[in-house]
């Protein structure tokens, strides 16, 4: 399964926005396996990238690294102009993570799925539910929103999985 990063492009000033991923030289090694070997990508502000191969390449680690969820024995990386190492809640503010399996609570509805996620990006009450309306009818979950997760089909909970996702308003998506 491919992974892949979708930016915005966002310029201030007239200057060129930094490019949305940019990482030189990245490795990683468990053990005296090496996942990561040296890897480097510059991946430009508006763009979509997809990092294909085969299992065991190293997509997933390059992944977490990048998502700050782990950490590179070397190498340099950015993300949204933010490095990795020096500032890495503010690698966390800019991104989205969408993992290869989804973070949809089966228990609750989608709203309050939606509604969870704003009150966890810390947005005030009327806000978290525009945008979770807004969300939910941009991918035709309005229909299913007050049903139990539990009862969606898979690609619904994968919409609404991607939607939970964009609640934050992310400028780079993993």
Do not use: C, W
């Not at 510059?42 to 763009?47: D, E, K």
């Not at 190498?75 to 949809?104: E, M, Y």
């Amino acid at each position: 399964m491919p992974s892949s990063v979708m930016s915005t492009p966002s310029q201030s000033n007239g200057n060129p926005p930094p490019p949305a991923v940019s990482a030189t030289g990245l490795h990683k090694s468990y053990g005296d396996k090496t996942v990561l070997d040296g890897i480097d990508f510059h991946i430009p502000a508006g763009s979509v990238f997809a990092l294909l191969g085969p299992n065991g390449a190293g997509k997933t680690t390059a992944v977490k690294i990048l998502s700050t969820l782990i950490t590179a024995d070397g190498g340099q990386a950015q993300v949204a102009g933010h490095d990795l190492t020096t500032s890495p809640d503010g690698v966390r503010a800019a991104i989205g993570v969408t993992g290869q399996f989804s973070a949809v609570d089966g228990l609750i509805t989608g709203e309050e799925n939606m509604l969870l996620m704003a009150d966890l990006h810390h947005l005030p009450k009327a806000e978290g539910r525009r945008v979770a309306t807004e969300l939910l009818e941009r991918f035709d979950l309005t229909a299913a929103a007050k049903k139990p997760a539990s009862t969606y089909s898979g690609g619904m909970k994968r919409r609404l999985d991607i939607a939970m996702t964009l609640v934050g308003d992310p400028r780079i998506i993993f």
